[in-house]
C-alpha cells in the first residue's frame, strides 16, 4: 500500500511536470501527480535498468527534441485529448534506452500483477514510447484497457 505521497528515487520533479508548472511550484508540483503513477516510474526504471526518460527540457535533446509533456499536462496546454488521463497526474509516456516500447508493452501484458506493473490499467499501443495510465478502470475483471492512438 503506498502513503499518501511517493517521491521517486530516480526522477526529479521537472522529469514528470511541465515547464511551466515545475516553474511556478518547484518541487511543490509532486502534488499534481498520482503516487501510483511515481511508484510504477521508479520501478520501470530498477526493472530495466537503463536510463529512463520523460520529460527532458532541462537535460537534453532526446531522439532530436526536448521533451515537455509526457506527464502532468496542465488545463491550459493544447495538446492532446480533453480528458486525458495526463491531466490528472495518473499518466506518463517514457522511453527505455535500449529497451523498445513495444518489448515493455508485452512485459506488462504477460505480467500484469507483478509488483512492478501492479497500478498501471491502460496502456497505449502503436506508439514508440510507453504510456501508461492508472485510470479508474476494472483489470481484474477486463484486463488492462490497451488504447490507440
Known amino acids: 500500500m503506498l502513503d499518501f505521497i511517493y517521491i521517486p528515487t530516480h526522477f526529479a520533479v521537472h522529469e514528470y511536470v511541465d515547464p511551466r508548472t515545475f516553474t511556478r511550484f518547484g518541487n511543490n508540483a509532486i502534488m499534481f501527480?498520482?503516487?501510483r503513477v511515481l511508484y510504477t516510474i521508479d520501478r520501470i526504471r530498477e526493472r530495466y535498468g537503463k536510463?529512463?526518460?520523460i520529460n527532458t527540457y532541462k537535460l537534453k535533446k532526446y531522439r532530436g527534441k526536448y521533451l515537455s509533456y509526457r506527464g502532468f499536462r496542465?488545463?491550459?496546454y493544447n495538446g492532446g485529448a480533453d480528458y486525458s488521463q495526463h491531466r490528472h497526474g495518473r499518466?506518463?509516456?517514457l522511453n527505455v534506452v535500449e529497451?523498445?516500447?513495444?518489448q515493455i508493452r508485452q512485459d506488462i501484458l504477460?505480467?500484469?500483477?507483478?509488483?512492478?506493473?501492479?497500478y498501471i490499467t491502460c496502456i497505449e499501443a502503436d506508439v514508440d514510447w510507453l504510456h501508461f495510465d492508472v485510470r479508474a478502470h476494472d483489470k481484474n475483471r477486463y484486463g488492462i484497457l490497451i488504447v490507440k492512438p
Open 99 to 102: 529497451v523498445t516500447a513495444e
Open 51 to 53: 536510463p529512463t526518460y
Open 74 to 76: 496542465p488545463a491550459t
Open 33 to 35: 501527480m498520482d503516487p
Open 110 to 118: 504477460k505480467n500484469p500483477w507483478h509488483e512492478d506493473f501492479k
Open 91 to 93: 499518466a506518463i509516456d
